[in-house]
């Protein structure tokens, strides 16, 4: 067994499984994430991950997603080697956890000029889970690309459980986008009853 199959292992053991949803950052209360860290980075460092075999591209991104709170790896793995980061966002759109998605695509709007890069973070952003798109579209607003205003505009009308959210990340998008429907959903923001969509929108109205 390689050191990341033993470092993946460990965990799982000491997560009962990894199979059961746990609430709040509870993996956070594992005391062995120097070395498992160590083992996922020395992966990425010494291999293409084009040779990587399903199982270990399986625990690189169950460790990016259990690393959620720190997001240590998937910052590392940006800086290192940025086309291990694109492979693993192509990977995660097919086989990963939200958690990961999420991460990934918050660095991939680290790497400008990337049409890569940007294509991932669009399909990201039709991700089935609203944490992935948010982050996805905010990464394409911070980039500069103008198609991300429909998705934000596209965001803040989108009903669901999330919709308070969303709308706050929407209005942080087009505003980066100098977009002129900001100030009219800025507008909208300041008179919704949800406190932290209104006071999120007083923010951005006093900051300007």
């Known amino acids: 067994m390689t050191d990341l199959s033993i470092e ?4 799982r053991e000491w997560a009962g499984g990894g199979l059961s949803p746990r609430e709040g950052q509870w993996e956070c209360d594992y005391g062995d994430w120097p070395a498992w ?12 991950p084009r040779g990587w075999s399903q199982a270990e591209i399986g625990h690189v991104l169950y460790a990016i997603a259990r690393d959620n709170d720190a997001q240590y790896l998937v910052r590392e793995i940006r800086k290192r ?9 192509r990977a995660a759109l097919a086989c990963g956890e939200a958690d990961a998605r999420w991460q990934l695509a918050s660095e991939l709007g680290h790497l400008s000029d990337d049409e890569d890069a940007q294509a991932l973070l669009f399909a990201l952003a039709t991700d089935q889970d609203e944490y992935v798109r948010r982050h996805a579209i905010r990464s394409l607003a911070g980039l500069g690309v103008r198609a991300a205003e429909e ?10 459980d999330y919709q308070e959210w969303a709308r706050m990340s929407a209005l942080e998008c087009l505003r980066d986008l100098q977009s002129p429907r900001f100030e009219a959903l800025l507008a909208e923001g300041l008179r919704d009853e949800r406190p932290f969509l209104r006071q999120f929108a007083e923010r951005l109205h006093n900051g300007r």
């Not at 080697?81 to 966002?89: D, Q």
């Open 37 to 48: 860290h160590r083992a996922v980075l020395a992966k990425v460092d010494e291999s293409n």
């Open 8 to 11: 993946t292992t460990r965990f």
């Open 151 to 160: 998705l934000a505009w596209a965001a803040w009308h989108r009903a669901d």
């Open 81 to 89: 080697r940025p086309g291990a980061l694109r492979f693993l966002a």
